[in-house]
């Protein structure tokens, strides 16, 4: 019953034509007796009745661009999922691995006690080798650092410091920021330029909670923590939209989880066209500010900002949901020359590029997106590199030293105090 939407596959391909991991390494691998490519894996299950047989679906990174691509819109990462989550089954649980990645929100609130601790620990040779041995983290990754101050207490420092604008458009509906866990542990410097971005502009802004959306656990095919978290997060979110707010999320993968795997997840379309209607990517949100002429960013610019050249690389499941591009047409419209990448994801996809038995596919994968921004017009090594996903800076990174924000962080340092 979970895999019937398999039969609706025509066998076009087009699916393996966008699908940059089976690109990389052919349908020998990623394939079975039935079918290759990322529908193979349900077709090979369904047809045989071997889930074991299906275990090529592992190589789904669920970056979602078949989705679009599919002319019958057939969700080929949730059947993978599906399949990744049968294999547990039949294996007696969930590998040490995937119970690491899925709940990462946990691992990462208690790390973040003692960050500079935790930072020390996590980057001893003897502690890469042991979490490449027992958990399958390939010791070649940068083991994601803990902030000092996560951005629960930064936010909070910030409003003792700087009260908001007495100046607030009250035209304009209150916002809230979701504390996704990667942001507020890993990645505040993110969350707080959301947050001094829309200071500047005059428009209330507030955090929510920290909580576990259930990106990181249904990537590992953990669907029922994922569902639990999922009905959790979308109840407390609906109440915050019943208050005529809206609801800004800084990390693509989490909003794309929103607008679209919720669906499925929470299994409520009220609720779920709720959420889709009312979550945004902060340019999203500003790019449509202007566009309604509520907001004219003009004012707000530095008149010497910088006029680098810009490279813009979209997250492969932003791209899914519709707002790929709005960056960089938003920094188009300030009058910055913008180079844009047209490759389907950069490879590293979450925690899938920081698997040992995955780590090679991921860089191999992430090259076609190096190899652009270097041949891409005017390349220096000055030149600006914007990148909406934190997995796909952390790939960026490691071949390049170039300067890499995220779009709403590059934008705060371009407007005025």
């Given at each position: 019953e979970d895999l019937k939407e398999t039969l609706y596959c025509i066998r076009c391909s087009a699916c393996m034509n966008v699908c940059a991991n089976f690109q990389a390494v052919g349908g020998h691998a990623f394939g079975g007796e039935c079918y290759t490519g990322g529908i193979g894996g349900a077709w090979t299950v369904a047809t045989t009745g071997s889930i074991k047989d299906g275990r090529f679906a592992e190589l789904c990174s669920g970056c979602t661009r078949c989705v679009p691509n599919c002319p019958v819109k057939i969700d080929i990462p949730r059947l993978n999922t599906i399949i990744k989550n049968r294999l547990m089954k039949i294996e007696g649980g969930p590998s040490v691995q995937k119970l690491f990645f899925g709940n990462f929100s946990t691992l990462a609130k208690y790390a973040s006690l003692t960050p500079k601790t935790s930072n020390w620990i996590s980057n001893l040779n003897v502690t890469r080798s042991v979490m490449e041995r027992i958990i399958g983290f390939d010791r070649h990754r940068k083991i994601p650092q803990f902030a000092n101050k996560t951005l629960v207490k930064q936010y909070k420092e910030h409003r003792q410091k700087y009260s908001q604008n007495k100046k607030l458009n009250n035209t304009l509906?209150?916002?809230?920021?979701?504390?996704?866990?990667?942001?507020?542990?890993n990645s505040p410097n993110i969350g707080m330029a959301i947050i001094k971005t829309f200071d500047k502009f005059g428009v209330s802004i507030t955090l929510s909670k920290v909580l576990a959306e259930g990106r990181a656990s249904q990537s590992q095919g953990l669907i029922g923590l994922s569902k639990r978290r999922a009905i959790r997060v979308a109840e407390y979110l609906e109440n915050i939209i019943d208050d005529g707010k809206e609801i800004i999320v800084a990390e693509p993968s989490v909003l794309a989880l929103f607008r679209y795997d919720y669906k499925r997840l929470i299994n409520d379309d009220i609720l779920f066209n709720k959420l889709a209607k009312h979550t945004f990517d902060p340019i999203e949100y500003i790019n449509m500010l202007v566009v309604n002429k509520q907001l004219k960013i003009s004012d707000y610019l530095k008149?010497?900002?910088?006029r680098k050249k810009l490279f813009y690389h979209g997250h492969c499941q932003l791209k899914t949901i519709g707002a790929g591009y709005v960056a960089s047409e938003f920094f188009k419209k300030l009058g910055y020359s913008v180079n844009v990448s047209n490759v389907e994801c950069c490879g590293m996809a979450?925690?899938?590029g920081y698997k040992k038995e995955f780590y090679k596919l991921s860089k191999n994968v992430g090259n076609d997106l190096i190899n652009q921004i270097i041949l891409s017009d005017s390349f220096n090594n000055n030149t600006i590199i914007l990148a909406n996903g934190t997995s796909c800076r952390e790939q960026i990174s490691d071949e390049l030293n170039n300067p890499i924000y995220h779009p709403i962080e590059y934008l705060e340092t371009l407007l005025k105090l």
């Open positions: 509906p209150e916002l809230i920021l979701f504390a996704d866990s990667f942001t507020n542990y008149k010497d900002r910088e979450g925690s899938f």
